[in-house]
């Protein structure tokens, strides 16, 4: 199973940017499609972005980020990467990326290797 860990979160304010990134370990990275979701206070884990595998050549994104979060991935680095950009409260939560070994997919379940998760504050 591949290992996940992320880093680069922190306290921002309304309409900075800050980048995500994503180490992973284990196994083959390009088997596996990638996707970022992500955990508010009292709310359920939701899809946040994702990228396919093995190049990255397609890219996924909920509606609530796209054309401000952009996700990529440096398959040399076993690395992937959320630019977040135009960052907004309601964007506060614990970001997680995750591994789905195969094509890409937006739920959940889907996902069997998760980070630890990485905390993004947002503040106005």
């Known amino acids: 199973q591949v290992q996940l860990v992320e880093s680069g979160g922190g306290l921002v304010q309304a309409g900075d940017s800050l980048r995500l990134s994503c180490a992973a370990s284990g196994r083959t990275f390009t088997r596996y499609a990638m996707g970022w979701f992500r955990q508010a206070p009292g709310k359920e884990r939701e899809f946040v972005a994702g990228i396919s595998y093995p190049a990255g050549t397609s890219t996924y994104y909920a509606d609530s980020v796209k054309d401000r979060f952009t996700i990529s991935r440096d398959n040399a680095k076993n690395t992937v990467y959320l630019q977040m950009n135009s960052l907004k409260v309601e964007d506060t939560a614990v970001y997680y990326c995750?591994?789905?070994?195969?094509?890409?997919?937006?739920?959940?379940?889907?996902?069997?290797?998760w980070g630890q998760g990485a905390r993004v504050t947002v503040s106005s």
């Open positions: 995750a591994a789905a070994e195969g094509n890409f997919r937006r739920s959940v379940g889907a996902y069997a290797a």
